[in-house]
């Protein structure tokens, strides 16, 4: 057995993750990057300086979870969402239940309260958001974002939700009230049902296809009939049907 493959070994009986599940190329090459960075000569020898390291042990955490995001990302797909699916969602469930699936720093649920505030009041949204890693949680919890992160959200919410702090930009605490944050490892933790809306983005380009084959089900058995799973514009099933989705619009999928 090779170092990185006794490295994830050892990574899951320590931390529970499955680091096979991710693609292996990307993986290792960016965890090898950090050892290196950190000085270590091979996986077994970052391993055993994980083992002692809390510090350390965060820092590659951070790493092997992909944290890219910003509001509004591809605003048309969120404004898609807003005129053709929610409406539908709301004529048949006057309170949806919303979950953001590996929320990173927290511009996507946050964005899911901006746009279903145009159907309802704030006070009347939750969305449950959940990610692997709890340092990126904290900080979707304080809701302060440089303005790169803000490039494609309309004007209008820009004023109405956020407030300018220095150099950032803070998330109103009437938004940041509508979401409730916690820790879920996608993989292998069990989801709640009945969910009217899912929204997974950019996350799945990085697992290999065994483990999209598994959350595609996951999210199909957590959603209600005709439920949706919102995926990223780079993640679109091809075979939707083998899932028991169908498509309601693109990147949009309706459970049947």
Partial sequence: MGDYEQFVGAIKRKTGIDLALYKEAQMKRRLTSLYEKKGYPSFSTFFDALSSNKEMMNEFLDRMTINVSEFYRNSKRWDVLEKKILPRLLKENKRLKVWSAACSTGEEPY?????????????????QATDLDLNVIQKAKLGLYPERSLAEVPEEIKKKHFQKEGAFFKTSEEVKRTVSFKRQNLLSDRFES?????????????????????LYRKFNAALRSGGVLFVGSTEQIFNPERYGFEVEDTFFYKKV
């Fill in 111 to 127: 964005t899911l309260a901006m746009v279903l505030s145009a159907h309802m009041p704030l006070s009347s949204v939750s969305i």
């Fill in 194 to 214: 009945g969910y009217d809306l899912i929204v997974c983005r950019n996350v799945m380009i990085y697992f290999t296809e065994e483990a999209k084959d598994e």
